[in-house]
């Protein structure tokens, strides 16, 4: 089973920045195409960002295009998202999971972990 640690959300300001982790636990991340998703209440879910397994294809959500940035260390076994330039609307809880890329973001194709809160407000 594939088990994934998400960490580094919180309460920020409008403009202030995060960086999420995602941590692999039991397995390899680079056997697997990584992702993004988040899903805040009333809404649906949202795929964010999404990176191949060697870091040659990145997309994103035109929602975080330009603002977020994915990344990963198969070496640590862990994933990144870079949010600046935070808004109000960015706030939801933020998974990550083993994914499809689309053009604008991607698909989780399941496993993901318990997520970590991110909250944008003044």
């Known amino acids: 089973q594939l088990l994934f640690v998400e960490s580094g959300g919180g309460l920020v300001q409008p403009g202030g920045s995060l960086r999420l982790s995602c941590a692999a636990s039991g397995f390899s991340l680079d056997n697997y195409v990584i992702g993004w998703f988040r899903q805040a209440p009333g809404k649906e879910r949202e795929g964010v960002s999404c990176i191949s397994r060697y870091s040659g294809t990145t997309t994103y959500a035109d929602s975080v295009k330009g603002r977020f940035t994915i990344s990963r260390d198969n070496a640590k076994n862990t994933a990144y998202l870079q949010m600046n330039s935070l808004k109000p609307e960015d706030t939801a809880v933020y998974y990550c999971?083993?994914?499809?890329?689309?053009?604008?973001?991607?698909?989780?194709?399941?496993?993901w972990g318990q997520g970590t809160q991110v909250t944008v407000s003044s």
């Open positions: 999971a083993r994914f499809a890329c689309t053009e604008r973001g991607g698909v989780p194709l399941g496993y």
